[in-house]
């Protein structure tokens, strides 16, 4: 049962680790949606397509922002107890680290068993639905073949241009058409709106013309015949669009289909060796997150009499280092070169070694730090640059009066 001492450090780790969670999953998207945004218009695509590509691409920011928003939500809640001397009054009572971890570990199975749910099961689907997204832009099968301004051929005997578009494609402007049936007859089409109407055939949709002229020729007319309308309908056949792939890349599978395929004998051996190295970067990413509470209680307590951030800093870069190792691993996995359980997990084991003995110092030395080192490193070149700034601001000659 949880005491009042757990419910306080409760509730400081869920405002900072919440913000933290939200705050990296939008700068993350925020950086995708430029490069979505600039891939969607050289492609001609709606605006809305843009939304459903990032929904889709949520899942992965949030399983590098979940093991984050863990470590700096623990971190600033024992920061704040280190600084506000609340941690030693903890201790003075009797609360021993171990014990003022009993939340934080709470916290890290739930969102470790989240995390496991995201990149097992969510985040494959996810990255499936975003490639197809993907494939039907580049394909045109979202309406992105026909772009405003230019000439777009559709099929091998249609060529249509459009000068604009309004209420996202419902409302055409300014069009010309011209078609070539196989008898040598030509159609060619000048309407001043037109609107896209679906019908039984998926493959056919009717053109609606409003107000045009159309032009009808074939080698056995002597004149072409001209007509004015104020609507027609002009069926449009759509170009064959194949169909998108199934979940065939590794990245694309849940946990249970690795699990299959890696241990089915007729598996080649190229493939079993991708399938694996997936299957253990994710579980290792996973149970990562386990060693975070002893990390970010490490790096949260800065030296007595010190307000240092450096933990800060020093748990970010080491959270996205162990990551990065990690894609490493699997890349070198994949490729056969090292094996997967060897690449992976004896980076797992180096982090576990390093976490380990840094809970050791700051919870069972006196006085320990394991950070201490460069704490004072880091301190001693603040002054020094300090110093520099003030020695230049002194050789920094002053102007005399009345000088130009």
């Excluded at 280190?82 to 903890?90: G, I, P, T």
């Excluded at 949709?205 to 309308?229: C, E, H, M, W």
């Excluded at 996973?286 to 209680?297: E, I, K, T």
Aim: without cysteine; positive net charge.
């Amino acid at each position: 049962m949880l005491t009042a001492t757990d419910r306080y450090i409760a509730r400081l780790i869920a405002l900072p680790m919440l913000g933290t969670l939200v705050i990296a999953a939008m700068l993350l998207v925020l950086d995708k949606m430029l490069s979505l945004f600039d891939f969607v218009a050289a492609e001609g695509g709606p605006v809305s397509v843009v939304w459903r590509m990032l929904a889709n691409m949520l899942p992965e920011y949030l399983s590098l922002g979940i093991p984050i928003g863990l470590m700096l939500g623990i971190l600033l809640a024992f920061r704040k107890l280190a600084l506000s001397s609340e941690l030693d009054v903890m201790r003075a009572v009797g609360l021993s680290y171990g014990r003022l971890l009993r939340v934080p570990y709470i916290y890290a199975i739930a969102l470790a068993l989240l995390n496991f749910g995201i990149v097992g099961f969510v985040q494959p689907l996810s990255r499936h639905a975003y490639e197809a997204l993907r494939f039907e832009l580049r394909s045109g099968a979202l309406g992105a073949s026909i772009k405003v301004g230019e000439f777009t051929t559709l099929g091998k005997r249609m060529t249509m241009r459009i000068e604009r578009s309004l209420d996202e494609g419902r409302n055409l402007q300014g069009i010309f058409v011209r078609a070539v049936s196989r008898n040598g007859q030509s159609v060619a089409v000048t309407a001043a709106q037109g609107t896209f109407l679906a019908t039984d055939d998926p493959d056919t949709i009717i053109f609606r013309l409003r107000d045009g002229v159309l032009v009808n020729d074939a080698p056995k007319y002597k004149t072409p015949r001209i007509l004015s309308f104020s609507s027609h309908d002009l069926p449009i056949d759509l170009p064959r669009i194949e169909n998108f792939r199934g979940r065939d890349v590794d990245r694309e599978k849940t946990i249970p289909e690795l699990m299959v395929i890696g241990r089915n004998p007729a598996t080649p051996d190229k493939l079993k060796a991708e399938i694996r190295a997936n299957f253990h970067f994710r579980m290792a990413e996973v149970v990562f997150m386990l060693l975070l509470p002893l990390a970010a209680l490490a790096f949260a307590i800065p030296p007595k009499r010190s307000t240092s951030a450096l933990g800060v800093f020093l748990s970010i870069v080491f959270i996205v280092t162990y990551h990065k190792v990690n894609q490493y691993g699997e890349s070198v996995g994949a490729l056969g070169k090292v094996d997967p359980i060897i690449a992976l997990w004896v980076p797992f084991l180096f982090a576990s070694a390093l976490v380990l003995w840094m809970y050791h110092v700051i919870a069972h030395r006196p006085g320990g730090q394991p950070i201490g080192a460069l704490e004072y490193a880091f301190a001693k070149l603040g002054k020094q640059i300090v110093r520099l700034l003030r020695f230049g601001r002194r050789r920094t000659p002053v102007p005399a009066e009345g000088a130009a």
